[in-house]
C-alpha cells in the first residue's frame, strides 16, 4: 500500500435527493464539488460509498425518526418541517450519506486511508436523536462517530465543526461522552440558537464541548485567529487518535444564509491547520465531511482549499505571525471571542488563547 492514500466518497445518486424550486440545499452544490474534484482525481482515490446499515443509524438516532424517514420512501416531495424537505429518494439517499461517510471514517481509523473527503449530501450536523432539522436527515458525523466506538479500539475522537451554524444534533450526541471533543466555530445568535459560550459538555462529558460562537461580519483573521489560539491547543491537549471536520462552507462571503466573510485563503488557512494537526497528532487520519454552504463560489473554493490540504505532501502550523491573523489587538472581535472562551475552559485547557 502507498504510504499516503487520500480518499474521495463521490456519487451522483447524492444529486437525486431535490427539494422545492428555489431551496438552498440543492444538487448543483455537489456539482460544483465535483467539478473541483475533477482536478484532484490523479492525487486520490474516489470511491462509492454504501449505506448506513439499520444498526449504525439506530447508535444515534431513534427508532420512531428511523421509522418516519423510512416510510417518506418513494412518496412525493414533502417536509419535514418549514426547512427540511423530502424526495421520493431521500431516505436511500441519506443512508448513502451516513454510509458513505462512516466507511471512510473506519477506512481512516484503520489506517488502509489516510485521509479524505466525504462529499455527500443531505447535510447532518443538525439532525438530532429524535427529528431530522435544519436540511439535515441523519447526522452523518454522528453516525460516523459511533461506527469508529463500535469498533472496540476506544478512539479518542475530535470532531471540529467549522460550518457557519452551529452542529446543535452532533453536540447533543456527544456532550456527555469524554473521548469525543466537540468544537464549533459558528455565527451566534443564528440558526439553531444553541453553541453559546458555556455549553461546555455535561457529566463525564463535562469540557469536551467547546463552543466559539462568532458575531455576524467576521472573516478571514477571526477564524485564522480562534483556529490558531483556540481550536489548536485544545486538540492539542486533547490528542485524539482521528480528526473528522464538519466542513460547511457556508461561512464564505458569498453565502445567501448567513453573514460571515471568509474567502479561499480563510478556508485554506483552516484546512491547513486541521492536516497539520492530523500529521502531528494522529498520524494524519483526518476526515472532513461537507455540511453546509449555499453559494456555488464558496463551496467551490472550500472544497479547493480542503482538497489542497489533504493531498499536500505537509502542512506546517505556522499561519498567524505576531502582526497578522492571529494578532489580539485590544478591543477587536478576536480578543472578545478568545477571552470568553478562555473563560469557560482556560482552567482545563493549557495554552488556550496562546499561540
Known sequence: ????????????????????????????????????????????????????????????????????????????????DADTYFAPSSFDVALLAAGGTADLALRVLS??????????????????????????????????VRALQAEGSSPRILVFDWDVHHGNGTQHSFESDPDVLYISTHQFPFYPGTGDFGEDGEGRGRGTTLNIPMPAGCGDAEYIGVVDRLVVPAALGFAPD?????????????DPLASMEVSLEGYRAM??????????????????VLEGGYALRGVREGARAVLESLTRKDERLDHGTENGPSNLEPGSLLRGIVDRVVEVHGRRIPNLGAR
Open 1 to 80: 500500500m502507498p504510504t499516503s492514500v487520500v480518499e474521495i466518497v463521490e456519487d451522483a445518486r447524492y444529486q437525486s435527493h431535490q427539494g422545492p424550486e428555489g431551496h438552498p440545499e440543492r444538487p448543483e452544490r455537489l456539482v460544483a464539488i465535483s467539478r473541483e474534484i475533477d482536478s484532484f482525481r490523479d492525487l486520490a482515490r474516489v470511491v462509492a460509498p454504501r449505506e448506513a446499515s439499520e444498526e449504525e443509524i439506530l447508535r444515534v438516532h431513534d427508532r420512531g425518526m428511523f421509522d418516519v424517514l423510512e416510510s417518506t420512501r418513494g412518496q412525493p416531495l414533502g417536509r419535514i
Open 111 to 144: 489506517g488502509e486511508v489516510t485521509r479524505g473527503l466525504a462529499a455527500v449530501r443531505p447535510p447532518g450536523h443538525h439532525a438530532e436523536a429524535d427529528r431530522s432539522m435544519g436540511f439535515c436527515l441523519f447526522n452523518n458525523i454522528a453516525v460516523a
Open 242 to 254: 482521528i480528526i473528522l471536520v464538519s466542513c460547511g462552507f457556508d461561512a464564505h462571503r458569498d
Open 271 to 288: 484546512a491547513s491547520t486541521m492536516r497539520a494537526l492530523s500529521d502531528m497528532l494522529c498520524e494524519g487520519r483526518l476526515v472532513h
